[in-house]
């Protein structure tokens, strides 16, 4: 295994870059700064009421949770709602919420038996049974939102089996339901406020069950008062208000001058920099979690030469994850050697024992017994939206260490295009490689398989036709993979399972539709005196542990 670094000349015209980049940063914020603190919210922040003010740039495109699946969207209704099943802080381990026990599941794992809570009301007053549970979740599957297919594809259907006890039938054995129950977007509305039809969301409202009610919904700030008939444990302010900044040099501003009491979501790695830097001399908190969310890159096997596995193998080999991470990254996340990441117990290290990193000699050998050399390159062209530069420095980064170390054996050719256009591009088989993020839609290992690399229609000739591996970009087609998907889905046993879960990783391994590069690490900044602050594993902030 070879580690080295890019050249002192290479880094000093990136660092003058930097230099500059960051002046300018400066020169935004000090514009800004006079219009940040003189907002509503930037009042409130001290004005000791027992209100939280938290600082955001994510704008919700809807409050209504069978069309929510923006991560901004997603953390307001997490909020204000319950689910049946919920996560402790820091692990992907499931407990019940609304309902009071785990399912009780048939033998051929197609009935979901669930007992509920009773006691509980909505916001309107409206009891919560298992009625209005059966409402909500037909809602969610037959109103046709954006996330209206997690439910669709596995729910054959759902009834009130008792006052409060609801039985969901599957159309066929899903391991990870009880995971998917927990998605912030599957919480039970009121019946008497919501109806059921294709296309009827009320994106500007939002009446559930949940330690708040959405007093206030405006364009740049949204304010929630505290349910004061809520069921459980109260939260520990009165209220929040959401400001939404409009950059993060905006939200960078706001925190360190006071207007805001908590910043989350989203600063530029410079900026979580320079706040951590004076967190550590006391100035205020940082808080860090391991996040959910992977990068990784796609080698689309129906474009020669990356229909070869050595091809495939060699990238795989000779990318080094930690200079990545510190120098596009700055050190805000974890080197990721599986597809599934570090936050579950069944991921490993594969692609860190098989291939190591910044390994070119492997490289290099592979690429030569495909029948590569320097007078014959592999020539690969990266692709990525526009709108990312992270995306971009890790380009640039991928071509930068090809150049300098494989001897002109591999060679990357960087491309880019706007958000849309590259999104479209992916299913069409447009790109042989592309640098793309995964947000999970729940935390179970099989979000990270199944719709990477399930494949409905394909063969070993054309690849993937129809299915998972098709809309990430690979054409990945593996009919042996396929099978080990359906058994970890239909397997029961938690062991079992995890074993499937082995086997899935090291053909991942072999076969390189992928290369994982990095999971994230979620940064949250907190004003001194600001206590409670804790995120869940799916990168929502918790308001109501929150008090100062």
């Known amino acids: 295994m070879i580690r080295v670094s890019l050249s002192a000349r290479q880094w000093s015209q990136i660092s003058k870059y930097l230099f500059l980049f960051c002046l300018c940063l400066l020169l935004v914020v000090s514009c800004s700064r006079s219009q940040q603190i003189t907002t509503t919210d930037a009042v409130n922040a001290s004005t000791g009421d027992g209100r939280i003010t938290i600082g955001t740039t994510l704008n919700p495109r809807t409050l209504d949770p069978a069309d929510a699946y923006e991560l901004q969207s997603l953390g307001l209704v997490y909020n204000m709602s319950d689910r049946l099943y919920t996560y402790e802080p820091g692990s992907t381990e499931i407990k019940p919420e609304l309902a009071t026990a785990l399912p009780k599941v048939s033998e051929d794992g197609l009935t979901y038996v669930i007992p509920l809570r009773q006691g509980v009301v909505f916001h309107d007053g409206t009891p919560f049974n298992a009625e209005a549970m059966a409402f909500s979740l037909e809602r969610f599957i037959k109103n046709g939102g954006k996330p209206s297919f997690l439910l669709a594809d596995v729910v054959a259907s759902v009834k009130a089996s008792g006052e409060h006890e609801l039985t969901i039938q599957l159309k066929k054995s899903f391991a990870a339901f009880p995971a998917l129950l927990a998605f912030s977007g599957v919480c039970p509305v009121s019946p008497k406020a919501y109806e059921i039809g294709t296309g009827k969301f009320k994106p500007n409202i939002f009446i559930g069950t949940g330690p708040y009610k959405l007093a206030r919904y405006g364009t740049d700030s949204l304010q929630f008062d505290v349910f004061d008939k809520y069921w459980g444990e109260k939260p520990s302010n009165k209220g929040i208000n959401l400001q939404i900044l409009s950059s993060p040099a905006n939200l960078y501003n706001s925190f360190r001058t006071g207007a805001v009491d908590v910043a989350y979501l989203s600063l530029e790695p410079d900026q979580i920099r320079s706040l951590e830097a004076s967190a550590k001399k006391g100035d205020w908190q940082a808080i860090t979690a391991q996040g959910s969310v992977v990068t990784y890159f796609v080698l689309n096997r129906n474009q020669k030469p990356l229909d070869q596995p050595e091809v495939r193998q060699a990238v795989a080999a000779m990318i080094d994850r930690p200079l990545m991470n510190q120098r596009v990254l700055l050190g805000q996340a974890s080197p990721l050697y599986s597809m599934v990441p570090k936050t579950f117990e069944v991921s490993q290290p594969l692609f860190k024992n098989k291939y190591g990193d910044g390994n070119v000699n492997k490289a290099k050998q592979l690429l030569t017994s495909a029948g590569f050399s320097k007078e014959n390159p592999v020539k690969l062209q990266i692709w990525y939206p526009s709108s990312s530069p992270i995306r971009s420095l890790a380009a640039q980064i991928l071509k930068a260490y090809a150049d300098k170390y494989m001897d002109g054996m591999l060679q990357f ?136």
């Open 413 to 548: 050719e960087i491309n880019t295009v706007d958000g849309a256009t590259f999104y479209r591009g992916i299913a069409q088989s447009f790109y042989p490689t592309a640098l793309l993020d995964w947000y999970p839609d729940f935390l179970d290992a099989d979000n990270y398989i199944q719709p990477f690399l399930g494949c409905d229609k394909g063969s070993d000739v054309k690849g993937c036709e129809e299915g998972g591996s098709q809309t990430q970009g690979s054409f990945y087609y593996s009919e042996a993979m396929n099978k080990l998907i359906t058994k970890q889905r239909q397997e029961q046993n938690p062991k079992a399972r995890n074993q499937i879960f082995a086997d899935i990783q090291a053909q991942i391994a072999t076969d390189v539709p992928y290369v994982p590069l990095w999971q994230n690490k979620d940064y949250v900044f907190a004003r001194t005196g600001v206590s409670g602050v804790q995120l869940n594993p799916t990168q929502n902030l918790i308001y109501k542990t929150i008090k100062k």
